[in-house]
C-alpha cells in the first residue's frame, strides 16, 4: 500500500500547529517555508484536512490555518483518511469467477475469497493502529527540540 506525500506533510503540519497554538492562524506560505513546500500544492493537501474537521481556516491577508482539536483528538487515521479518503486499499474484483471459474457451481463463491478475507485483516490492523495513535502521540516522541526549533524558525519568518 503505498499512501500520497498528502500524508506525511498533512501530519507535519497538525504537528507544528499544536506547537504553534498560541499564534494567530498559520499561513499557508509560512507553513510551507517551513518545510520546504509548494505553498499551492501544500494547499491543496490541507484543504481536506479542513473538509474533515481536522484543522479550520481563516481566509484574507492575516488567515490561514489552526488545530480544530486538540492533539488528543486526531488520530493519524483521521489524517490519512480525510486525504487518501476512505475507501479500501484491496478491491476485490472476483476474478476467480472468471475463466476456469465460469463453470463452477454458484455455492463455490458462497463465502469471500480467502484472499479479499487475508487482505481485509490486514487492512483492519493497520486501521485500528493508525486509528489507536494521535497528534500528541507523535509530538510525545518528537525530538525535545523540534517544538523550539520549529518555533523559532516561524517568528524568524514573521520577524
Not at 123 to 139: C, H, N, P, V
Request: hydrophobic fraction near 40%; glycine fraction near 8%.
Amino acid at each position: 500500500m503505498m499512501m500520497g506525500e498528502g500524508v506525511e506533510w498533512g501530519l507535519h503540519c497538525c504537528m507544528v500547529l499544536a506547537w504553534l497554538d498560541d499564534h494567530a492562524p498559520i499561513a499557508t506560505s509560512r507553513l510551507a517555508e517551513m518545510f520546504e513546500l509548494p505553498p499551492e500544492y501544500l494547499k491543496k493537501r490541507l484543504q481536506p484536512l479542513v473538509r474533515e474537521g481536522i484543522l479550520e481556516s481563516a481566509p484574507g491577508a492575516r488567515g490561514g490555518y489552526r488545530l480544530a482539536k486538540t492533539p488528543e483528538r486526531i488520530t493519524l487515521m483521521d489524517v490519512v483518511a480525510a486525504v487518501e479518503g476512505r475507501t479500501g486499499a484491496f478491491r476485490c474484483t472476483e476474478i476467480r469467477r472468471r475463466g476456469a471459474g465460469e463453470t463452477a457451481a454458484k455455492s463455490e463463491f458462497a463465502e469471500p475469497c480467502g484472499i479479499a478475507t487475508a487482505m481485509r485483516r490486514a487492512e483492519l490492523a493497520w486501521r485500528r493502529e493508525l486509528t489507536s495513535q494521535t497528534i500528541a502521540d507523535l509530538i510525545a516522541d518528537a525530538p525535545p527540540n523540534a517544538p523550539r526549533r520549529a518555533r523559532r524558525f516561524y517568528e524568524q519568518l514573521t520577524a
